[in-house]
């Protein structure tokens, strides 16, 4: 957390209103806070230190990134400028931005007909996103090559850990890494990367902001929706995949933005990869951060019951 008096020193670079409470908002790393003042709510973000710290550019390609989906009528929330005109906030090392506070909520077990509608959402984010490249660089890349450049130093770290089962975890993940290619010319784009249900924000039946581009990077765009639907296509607290929300996501899609039969090829390999990058950033979670035996048993599960789940409905149904 930022001391008080550092905070309060930030604030005032801004025309917020009259404060009146700024309080800690938990989220999955980042330090955060919510701003209430007499004009509005906001949303006060900063990078955490270890892996989700990012650079000052890096911030910068976010809010690049920000303005100009919003600039096209996508609903991104993008950050006030102080009173100097700059949107970037530093403090200590730590970079980040204020924005304003999203009224609305996520769904966490959406109906088939709301996966649908966020499906037309992913297809239309698609089609402004695709080729588009931020002139700020973005460092942090989670494609699949990365990943697998990571893990042979996260693999050190798990097998000096108290993980359980971390032999086994880590034979598991090789493998599965291995056995996963995608080709150089898939459409690409500057992604989301974690278009999860808690980053839909909706108002009744519509969604009116996507939310948390901190792992944006330019990359496959089949990865983007891979990530989508491990997010909204396991049900009942991971323990089962549904075909119906699967079909009502990619109906909405291609509603928007159609897929190649390549696209479609390697789809639930995109699926299978965003469930392994997941496996193992919980499993790194638990080892430096929360020693969570949640965070635990998810990266277990991801590495064990997810891909089985998913193995089996592709035997199920070999072609899309």
Known sequence: MIPEK??????????????????PLKTSGNIAY?????KDNFF???????????????????????????KHKFPASIPVSARNGQKVISCKNHYGYIRKFSKGKEKLN?????????????????NLIENYKTKHKREHIWDL????????????????????????FIRIIEKELSELNFPADLPSGTIHEDLGKRHAIWDKNKII??????RSYYGKLILDLGQAIRGWCFKDDWKK????????????YESKRKLSQTDKNYLMDAVKFAVLERGISFALRYIYVTHNS??????????????????QYKKKTPSL
Not at 6 to 23: A, D, Q, T, Y
Not at 44 to 66: D, M, Q, T, V, Y
Not at 241 to 252: D, I, M, T, V, Y
């Open 209 to 214: 902001a996507v939310l948390d581009f901190d």
């Open 34 to 38: 919510t701003v209430q003042t007499d």
């Open 294 to 311: 949640k965070d635990e048993k998810f990266a277990w599960d991801s590495a064990t019951k997810l891909i089985n789940l998913i193995n």
């Open 6 to 23: 550092e905070l309060n020193k930030i604030l005032k670079k801004f025309n917020l209103g009259k404060i009146k409470s700024v309080k």
């Open 44 to 70: 006060f973000r900063l990078c955490p230190n270890g892996p989700r710290w990012r650079s000052k550019n890096e911030i910068l390609a976010e809010i690049e990134l920000l303005e100009y989906l919003k």
């Open 110 to 126: 959406p109906t088939p007909r709301e996966i649908k509608e966020f499906g037309k959402l992913i297809g239309v984010f698609h």
């Open 145 to 168: 090559n990365q990943t697998k450049k990571y893990f042979k130093e996260d693999k050190k770290a798990i097998s000096k850990s108290d993980f359980k089962n971390k032999k086994e």
């Open 241 to 252: 995949w549904s075909s119906e929300n699967f079909k009502a996501l990619l109906q909405g």
